[in-house]
């Protein structure tokens, strides 16, 4: 493995950024050329999608925290909304790139963070801001795209107001559909109608980054993709196994695993982020769920459960409901890191106090302190209509009990009913298909970087990435959602030898995080 330069430490990790963000709510709310084409580019009607030429213009974006920006250039790649219908309406997919430091660097590194449904353009100025002046920043130009219907992209869909979001709409405990009109309604008149539901799904953005790929002049695809990332990864690689060339997959989402195995896995996951946090909040001077953690679910219930039916009003003049704080607590456990902010949140809870909680909630589900909402959860929900499968009411029964099973600390108490799905109505069927990426032939080696405590996409799913692909997975000892953000040296080193030199590591290989307060 070639040695490359490691970048200067990093002084605040992600979470650290989490926690300043809450802060910021906590002091308002106390205020008050292609070489290659793939085989559906040989159609001449995406000739001019795949020639285009790339406007740019200088911009600057928010770097890891908010008060630092990184420098790069933005604009617009057009893509037909629907690849069967090249002469047909166009979407505007806004890119983001921070120029490589070399003069004749390798290419693009494309990168997405997950959600489904995150924007990405921010994403790439994180990664560049992490990364510093090290090899990867040298060699590569770092790509963001916001995915059709996310961020700058046009159109970007839009299915709440920000009050429905305030009373609930779109929680991240929300299995099924509640409110006052079918879902797929709401967003369909914020992106033009039905047909462009019908093309927001993991099959179609696979096409549009081998479009963004093109115009960005490489002939093959170098990615990085976090969570959701993964599977966009995959699919790509099932789709255009020619146009690839590195794939870095951190934290994956397992392609076997149909969406009742996977929730019933994730929830099984921020079971597990439950107690190992229970263990931390246990040895803390003060801690709202006792100092056993073996009964810390018990605990939790009985602090928590109350607010079904009466939710405590905070400083700002909002009520903190029970889908709150759960929101809350599935937050801090993307990374241990949160773990003394949420210990914080709990103590204050018990006093009668939603302020930390609320704010971490409001962090997660992209509440800015004035009120308005990022359309990251609506997007995700659209994106999840065409890639998952869909549900009865009594399919959604046993779902929530089999989640809440695996789950118990998010167990509000309340009888399991089966009601609608969010996906009901929606004007097409499922396009992804499980399992995906299976047995591709001719792909180059991957890499997978999965890590051992991760709450929202489990370790077995990395491995079993890997395997699927044939490719190499890094294991990472530690206690969060991905490694990417992570600032770890070792992670850097084996992504950035992967990456500028096409090696993978080791067959058993592994990096640690450091510990909570390490």
Known sequence: MKKHSPRRPLQRRLYAALAA????VFAATACTPATSTPEASSDAELGRFYEQQLTLEPCELPGFLPEKVIAGECGHVQVPLDYEDADGESAQIAVFRVPARDDEPIGS?????????FPGVGYAAQLADIWGDNALTEQFDIVGFDPRGTGATVPAIDCYSDAERDAGAGSASQLSYTGVRPLVEACAESVGGEHALAHLGTRDVARDMD??????????LSFAGSSYGTRLGAVYAEMFPDNVRALVLDGAMDPHATTFERREQQWAGFQAAFEQFATFCAQQ????????????????????????????????GRELTFADVSDAMVTGFYSSETWPVMTQGLSALAQGDGTIMLGMRDFYLGRTPEGTYDNGTEATLAIN???EDRFTPADLAELERTALDA?????????????????????VEPT??????????GLPPTLTVSVTGDPATPHAGGIRLAETLGGSL?????????????????????????LIDLEVPARDAECALAPVGG
């Open 109 to 117: 590194l494309i990168v997405n963070p997950g959600g489904p449904g």
């Open 385 to 387: 209509c065409l890639d």
């Open 285 to 316: 001077e003060e801690c709202a769920i006792g100092d056993d953690p073996a009964v810390a679910t018990a605990e939790y219930q009985r602090l928590t459960r109350p607010l079904v039916d009466s939710p405590i009003m905070t400083a700002s």
């Open 432 to 441: 992804l298909g499980f399992p995906y990426a299976d047995s591709i032939q």
């Open 211 to 220: 479009v963004i790929r093109a115009v960005l002049g490489d002939s093959a």
């Open 21 to 24: 963000a809450v802060s910021v």
């Open 407 to 427: 789950a118990p600390f998010l167990d509000p108490g309340t009888p399991v009913r089966g009601t609608t799905d969010l996906c009901e109505g929606w004007p």
């Open 474 to 498: 890094l294991t990472v000892v530690g206690d969060q959602h991905g490694a990417l953000l992570s600032g770890n040296d070792c992670v850097e080193e084996a992504v950035a030898t992967y």
